[in-house]
């Protein structure tokens, strides 16, 4: 029996054109996106660790620069200025020694990390310590909005950290530099967290002395595990080649350690959102129950005792049933198991009732703006009005060409239809003299077109002519 060897039957089974039209695209995009991403080829080591080698060291000008940026920092935390801050962070030469630490970490130069980790502790002692004198003797001791801001470190400022330190060290790693380091300096920023901890232990404040050096800790750990991440990545020359078992074990410390500094700032994460999703739902509760015509809420705190909501409201307004508030009072604790206080009126008290003559006095600013504002907009139409009416600069020269048997012509406006109820409207009218040679007859059909056509010049909708 004869076989027959068709191309159909010489493919192998199972064979799929699609999916070869797949693989030769996916060879295709891989290769576009290998090039198109790639930075291995881009990077200089030599260069890039010499100039991390020599950031490192804190002593004569860059010690000097650091406490300067560290008062400068304090400042503008204390006033609560942001840009000043901001430019403290700019000028600050913190990141040396962490990108130090994280590069001898990526290269296995102990000798290098030595140094790293002896020159940051020396840059954060000094920081300390400039910044506790500073605080110590400001006449500023009330915590403002920009020192609280450094107290609370989340699971987000371990992203900006880490991805700030892979900016940093992937700028500073290419064979043409670039402007990046500033930016990530002012992203991570190191040098506010360093001030908020000196204010802490000038004023014996231990929840921001511990919670900024934290933030601190979690910034400095970040960029110094992006910076390793990025060396190794790209294939920096080791200094001491380890052997695999050392190597695995110092890995898996290494990521122990990591994530010891990074659970606190999940656990703030998760406290910060679930408070804020709280407070929100409170929120809603106090926005949608507690409505009562004439009444508005003018003051809401909303505190947690132990998860529990505790919220005091002051209203102003129509007094409220006692009633209504118990029933308001009894659903919240039913829906939050908290506790809702309801505080209107008087009551006794020196704080609300001052604030009541602060109500008071903004809502009779409030109507007299309103007043002024009503008097403007009339002002303004009849400005509108005054404006329409203004008589054409060339409207003289016009009628003498148009009508020459006129020897002399008056426009106005008179009021008319003025009644009780209304002021009526503004009507032009025209006082014209005629020629003397003209008839009766002619003098009315020429006065009807003359009213006709200054009508339509003045764009009125009628013009008397007397």
């Not at 990526?106 to 300390?128: E, M, P, Q, R, Y």
């Not at 410390?253 to 994530?259: E, H, L, T, V, Y």
């Not at 308001?328 to 039913?334: A, G, L």
């Not at 003397?436 to 009213?451: G, M």
Request: hydrophobic letters at 45%; one cysteine or more.
């Amino acid at each position: 029996m004869e076989v027959s060897n068709s191309p159909q039957e010489e493919r192998p089974e199972g064979a799929n054109p699609l999916l070869g039209l797949w693989r030769q695209f996916s060879k295709i995009a891989s290769s576009f996106l290998g090039e198109r991403f790639s930075i291995i080829d881009l990077a200089d080591p030599a260069s890039t660790i010499e100039g991390i080698k020599k950031d490192v060291e804190f002593r004569g000008f860059s010690l000097w620069i650091l406490i300067f940026s560290i008062i400068i920092a304090s400042i503008g935390l204390n006033v609560n200025s942001t840009a000043v801050v901001i430019g403290a962070m700019l000028i600050s030469p913190l990141m040396g020694p962490i990108m130090g630490i994280g590069l001898s970490l990526g290269i296995n130069d102990f000798t290098l990390l030595t140094k790293s980790a002896k020159n940051l502790g020396v840059a954060v002692g000094i920081g300390l310590l400039a910044s506790s004198l500073y605080f110590l003797i400001s006449p500023i001791s009330e915590a403002s909005n920009e020192l609280f801001a450094r107290t609370n470190p989340t699971l987000l400022d371990v992203v900006v950290a880490f991805f700030g330190g892979l900016a940093g060290i992937l700028a500073g790693s290419r064979k043409e530099k670039s402007n990046v380091i500033p930016g990530v300096a002012i992203a991570t920023a190191l040098m506010p967290p360093i001030c908020t901890a000196g204010y802490g232990l000038a004023h014996a404040e231990w929840n921001y002395f511990f919670g900024a050096l934290y933030l601190f800790l979690i910034n400095g750990v970040l960029i110094a595990t992006a910076t390793t991440v990025v060396t190794r990545y790209l294939r920096f020359p080791m200094v001491t080649i380890m052997d695999p078992v050392r190597a695995k074990k110092t890995s898996r410390w290494f990521s122990i350690a990591i994530i010891i500094v990074i659970i606190p700032s999940i656990w703030i994460f998760y406290k910060t959102v679930s408070n804020t999703l709280a407070q929100s739902k409170v929120h809603n509760f106090v926005e949608a129950t507690v409505v009562y015509p004439g009444t508005e809420v003018v003051k809401e705190e909303i505190t947690f005792d132990q998860g529990h909501p505790q919220v005091s409201l002051v209203l102003f307004g129509e007094l409220i049933p006692e009633n209504l508030v118990e029933q308001w009072e009894d659903d919240f604790n039913t829906k939050f198991e908290g506790h809702l206080d309801i505080i209107q009126g008087d009551n006794g008290n020196d704080n609300l009732l001052e604030m009541s003559k602060l109500v008071n006095l903004y809502s009779e600013g409030r109507a007299e703006a309103k007043t002024y504002q009503d008097k403007i907009a009339d002002l303004e139409a009849q400005l509108s009005l005054l404006e329409g009416q203004l008589i054409p600069a060339n409207l003289a020269k016009e009628i003498k060409v148009n009508y020459p048997e006129v020897q002399s012509l008056s426009i106005g406006t008179l009021q008319g239809g003025i009644t009780d109820s209304t002021a009526g409207t503004r009507v032009p009218v025209a006082f014209v003299q005629w020629s003397p040679s003209l008839n009766d007859s002619t003098k009315t059909l020429r006065s009807a077109q003359l009213s006709s056509w200054l009508a339509l010049r003045l764009e009125a909708d009628s013009v008397l002519v007397k």
